[in-house]
């Protein structure tokens, strides 16, 4: 077991012990997935061959932290359209159920790269879902994807590929701000469900908030944020919740007081700031989300000065898009996901 590894270990054993296991797991003794397509193929590398994609793994040293990095690559006989770098949502991590949206661009011909953000995954960090300055995980954030850009650039010199942004909740939001900085330009953003704002129906209720804020001053890591079960709000399908709750690299506690207070503050920030976006953009939401506000994705549409601009809202569909709808639903996401990068990349 190398260092890496055995720090991520020794966190997580830590985190169990303070959490427990999640309300979905069941008794201690049943048997989960290995990965979020089951136990076979035994293998990662074997499911990836079985879906026509390449796939390594890596781990990029930005600052101080150590962060897991995972590259979902077309096969080599099959030229490469466009760049997509992604970015998880809170609690999440890209080595689950985020994997089935780069494996589906990865077979349509783009190449995808993924960071789990610090403290998330397999990433070192502070605490596990400890998110106490969302500028230091942009900062992590714009590091790693330099560093694909640049070395795809030298890959690559006789093809310049457009490259794009791609976030889920928390990382919609992420990717907004990166835009915002202006230090990297990018040919387009796909925000799914994107966390411009926190949604009223699971925003904690006054005087709540201003108690927490309080508290968060002198207990910034203390998990103990009153809020609904996110599984259950962001996942539609009963069988799909069970393979998201039984991820062994995903947060389930609840939220820590500085994590609420900094995702507050940025997204509080970000909402005010919509008419500052001129990304070209596809935002997509489900009318029936209650973790994000699809209202705040119709502002994004309605202020954004961007010239190139969608936005869909599914109707009855919830937070999480790309698994936790029907098999038919998230084919539909896809499908307009990919519509919109192949409009983008397509030479003529």
Not at 159 to 182: D, N, P, T, V
Not at 284 to 310: C, I, M
Request: net charge neutral.
């Amino acid at each position: 077991m190398g260092a890496r590894d055995l720090f991520y270990r020794q966190h997580l054993d830590r985190e169990e012990k303070k959490i427990g296991p999640s309300p979905s797991s069941g008794q201690a003794h049943q048997v989960k997935p290995k990965y979020f397509w089951g136990n076979d193929p035994e293998s990662e590398e074997a499911y990836y061959a079985s879906q026509n994609i390449r796939s390594t793994s890596s781990f990029f040293t930005s600052g101080s932290l150590s962060l897991f990095t995972r590259c979902w690559l077309p096969p080599e006989s099959r030229p490469q359209r466009g760049l997509v770098l992604m970015i998880h949502g809170y609690g999440n991590d890209i080595s689950w159920t985020f994997q089935s949206t780069p494996i589906f661009l990865a077979q349509n011909g783009y190449a995808c790269y993924a960071l789990d953000l610090p403290g998330h995954g397999r990433s070192q960090g502070l605490l596990k879902a400890f998110v106490p300055d969302l500028n230091a995980a942009i900062d992590h954030c714009i590091a790693y994807f330099n560093s694909v850009i640049n070395l795809n650039y030298q890959q690559q010199q006789q093809q310049h590929l457009k490259c794009f942004l791609y976030g889920e909740s928390m990382g919609g939001a992420i990717c907004l701000l990166i835009h915002l900085l202006r230090r990297v330009e990018f040919s387009g953003a796909v925000l799914a469900a994107p966390m411009c704002k926190i949604s009223d129906r699971i925003r904690p209720r006054w005087p709540i908030p201003s108690i927490l804020s309080l508290l968060g001053r002198f207990m910034p890591t203390l998990p103990i944020v009153p809020t609904a079960n996110l599984v259950e709000k962001s996942v539609k399908v009963e069988e799909k919740r069970a393979i998201a709750s039984a991820n062994p690299l995903s947060y389930l506690g609840k939220p820590r007081l500085g994590t609420v207070l900094e995702l507050l503050r940025a997204t509080d920030d970000l909402s005010s700031r919509l008419s500052d976006v001129t990304i070209p953009f596809l935002v997509l939401h489900g009318s029936a989300d209650v973790v994000t506000d699809p209202e705040v994705s119709r502002d994004l549409y309605e202020k954004a000065k961007s010239e190139d601009k969608t936005v869909k809202i599914y109707e009855g569909m919830m937070h999480s898009l790309l698994f936790g709808e029907t098999d038919s639903n998230v084919a539909m996401v896809r499908a307009d996901i990919l519509e919109w990068l192949n409009h983008r990349t397509n030479p003529n």
